[in-house]
């Protein structure tokens, strides 16, 4: 079973979300819904899965249902209709003291404005999940320390969060999130904020971090390049509904819909597509005989490493698997294939 199980859920905003549930289950769309009951519809169900140790991202255009999606996992709204549930636990049936137990010690927040403590500086803003935990002074400015460096911001322990720019802000954002080693980061539009370089940066920096935590990230963006470069996989919100879950490739290469396609139309395909998703395989009794290994690039070499070699060769480029044995070909057509642009439609 995956870590995160979100089953069939439906939230309704209004007057009267049982009366719109019914025509939503009917098949119903939120426009229809909005316009017969007045109630809008955040969620149309949704099921989806999360995988410990992975990044998934949720993304989708304003109001297609991000923020009301994350706020099920941290349960700071009930479906309508539908199941959460962690590692097996239902948490919708989790009463308040379980509950708070639950958000404190499992569930680490990250947020666009960075909901830092005004008048507490770096280190007691960073330490301040496991003061509340009652972690004694010592071993929670010990632990923060740890994070704060982790961050890149030691030497800035004393500074109050109105002397730090707003990337260094959510450094302390990140740092405070990671202070009590929880489960999963949930990240709400985390970067939204920032800088476009800035920005990048503190996505190399939460990809280097996840390379040695580890930990179950939901994070949201309404952003498909942010998406693409920091997901093992992409869920695509629309009004509600659920379109599409994929790999970053699947997604870029199998647009579900017109919706879908339309985000991806314009994505850098050098830096998403790999080896592996745009090579022929290799049949697996046909061995290594005949193929030149003069060119020979690794499963998850990205496209845009792989141009300058097929480029420099005559003939085709063997791809390579994890443990070194040739697993495909890319030659011409795969690569002509690769940078036009399908739709399945
Ligand atoms: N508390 C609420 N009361 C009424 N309607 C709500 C409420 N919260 C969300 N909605 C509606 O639910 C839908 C989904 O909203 P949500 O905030 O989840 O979208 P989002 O994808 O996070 O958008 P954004 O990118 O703008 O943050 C929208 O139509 C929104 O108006
Ligand atoms: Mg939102």
Not at 154 to 175: I, N, T, W
Not at 307 to 316: E, Y
Request: glycine share 8%.
């Amino acid at each position: 079973m995956s870590y995160i199980e979100i089953r069939n859920i439906f939230k309704i905003f209004g007057p009267d979300p049982n009366a719109a549930l019914e025509l939503a289950k009917a098949g119903s769309d939120k426009e229809e819904i909005l316009a017969k009951t007045g109630n809008t519809v955040g969620l149309h169900d949704v099921s989806l899965s999360v995988e410990q140790g992975e990044t998934f991202v949720v993304m989708g255009l304003s109001g297609s249902g991000k923020s009301t999606l994350i706020r099920h996992l941290n349960r700071l709204i009930d479906p309508t209709a539908g199941q959460v549930s962690f590692g097996g636990e239902d948490i919708l049936s989790m009463d308040i003291p379980t509950l708070n137990a639950f958000r404190r010690k499992r569930l680490g927040m990250v947020f666009q404005r960075f909901g830092l403590l005004p008048h507490r500086n770096v280190m007691d803003n960073v330490a301040y999940g496991l003061e509340i935990q009652g972690t004694d002074r010592k071993t929670r400015e010990a632990a923060a320390s740890k994070w704060i460096d982790r961050v890149g911001l030691a030497g800035y322990e004393a500074k109050f969060p109105d002397q730090l720019s707003g990337g260094m802000q959510q450094r302390v954002g990140l740092a405070r999130a990671l202070a009590t080693d929880p489960e999963v980061l949930l990240m709400d539009e985390a970067f939204s904020a920032l800088d476009p370089l800035i920005r990048s940066d503190m996505q190399d920096e939460l990809m280097k971090l996840q390379a040695e935590l580890h930990k179950t990230i939901v994070f949201i963006t309404h952003d498909l390049d942010e998406a693409l470069k920091i997901g093992d996989r992409i869920a695509i919100l629309k009004d509600g509904k659920l379109i599409q879950v994929g790999r970053p490739e699947e997604i870029v290469l199998n647009p579900a819909d017109a919706y879908v396609q339309a985000f991806t139309r314009d994505v850098n395909r050098g830096k998403v597509l790999r080896a592996r998703s745009i090579m022929e395989p290799i049949k697996p009794a046909s061995g290594t005989d005949g193929f030149s290994t003069a060119h020979v690039v690794r499963y998850d070499t990205r496209l845009e490493d792989i141009l300058p070699v097929a480029l420099g060769s005559d003939t085709a480029i063997t791809v390579t698997g994890h443990d070194n044995h040739p697993i495909g070909t890319i030659g011409k057509k795969q690569i002509l294939d690769a940078l036009s642009v399908h739709s399945n439609d």
